[in-house]
């Protein structure tokens, strides 16, 4: 009965932190490698993108996994300095995604085995539409190095993972070279915070490709903000009386819970002719895509073409809807 229990050691901080300095020295070794292998085709890739940007059209970034992950960061960089660029979602593409690319735009497809099955299995495709193809891979004999049309090599000597398996290393090699080809191009474009009429014939994309979210959203007094017990009916008399195009819906401390919006009202009547008095809360499309009110305006448009959506709410850092944005309002800024 008087048996001491045992406790568990505590936790030795300088191991841990020892350890995390060998992970970031990892990464940072295999940056360096990345570095001596960066050759011409990273060149070729910055004239291409900029002859894409030019011309008018898109640079579409692709991936799947982390790569996907690290993809989507690389486009908001791109577009955040005037190159715009959209996400393309490989396991949808095949499914009417592919309508978002047209013929002269640019595909830079992240997959650092170079066989990820979802991006090999679009080649055939892109190449029907008659885009260009720019592959970061770790393998340089890999399918999309040689189906590409530019291939820039990022391997890395191994992974910061202890196992050697989780993306560590691969994946921050390629958000470096990504950011770079983003440095690279703004350079060699000549990108100025207020000159990008040199670059885009209507002179005025480059300047609305800086404006804030803040700058073309519908503000707070033009939105109708309801709780989840409103009823269909007073959110459509709300609608109609603003002119809007979408309800949204919060809790008690007004912070966003869903979304309602036009289009769900005509579906759900079809089903039920009665939906008028059914709470919001049982209809909305809880936890909606958002952007934040502090983003670059261009963000929207990579939700919006992502999502298929046509009204994106806007909050702040609480989750408190702050405006909205109509996909209608975007021409009028000429960001479409």
Do not use: W
Not at 42 to 53: T, W
């Amino acid at each position: 009965m008087g048996m001491n229990r045992s406790r568990s050691a505590p936790p030795n901080l300088k191991t841990y932190v020892s350890k995390g300095r060998q992970v970031i020295a990892l990464e940072a070794a295999a940056l360096n490698a990345v570095i001596r292998r960066l050759d011409e085709n990273f060149g070729r890739a910055v004239v291409a993108m900029r002859e894409v940007v030019v011309s008018g059209r898109k640079i579409i970034v692709t991936g799947i996994g982390k790569s996907g992950q690290i993809g989507a960061k690389i486009a908001a960089t791109l577009s955040s300095t005037g190159a715009p660029s959209v996400v393309l979602d490989a396991v949808n593409a095949s499914h009417g995604d592919l309508g978002m690319i047209a013929s002269g735009d640019l595909l830079l497809i992240l997959s650092y085995s170079g066989e990820t099955e979802e991006v090999v299995r679009l080649v055939p495709s892109l190449r029907r539409i008659g885009t260009r193809i720019v592959a970061l891979t770790g393998n340089a004999k890999s399918t999309l190095a040689r189906e590409s049309d530019i291939h820039v090599h990022v391997q890395v000597p191994r992974e910061a993972c202890p196992l050697n398996l989780a993306p560590t290393s691969s994946s921050t090699a390629m958000l470096a070279v990504g950011d770079a080809l983003a440095m690279v191009l703004l350079e060699a474009r000549g990108f100025k915070k207020d000159d990008f009429a040199t670059f885009h014939p209507g002179g005025t994309l480059g300047r609305t490709l800086l404006l804030k979210v803040e700058e073309v959203m519908r503000p707070l007094e033009q939105m109708v903000i309801l709780p989840g017990t409103a009823s269909v009916n007073e959110a459509l008399a709300l609608l109609a009386k603003k002119r809007a195009g979408a309800a949204a819906v919060v809790d008690g401390r007004g912070r966003l819970q869903g979304i309602y919006t036009h289009g769900d009202f005509t579906r759900g009547y079809q089903a039920n002719a009665h939906i008028g008095q059914t709470k919001l809360a049982e209809v909305m499309t809880a936890k909606p895509i958002t952007v934040r009110v502090d983003k670059l305006a261009v963000e929207v448009l990579n939700l919006f073409a992502a999502n298929r959506i046509d009204d994106l709410v806007v909050v702040d850092r609480q989750n408190k809807p702050v405006g909205l944005v109509d996909a209608q309002d975007l021409a009028r800024f000429k960001l479409i």
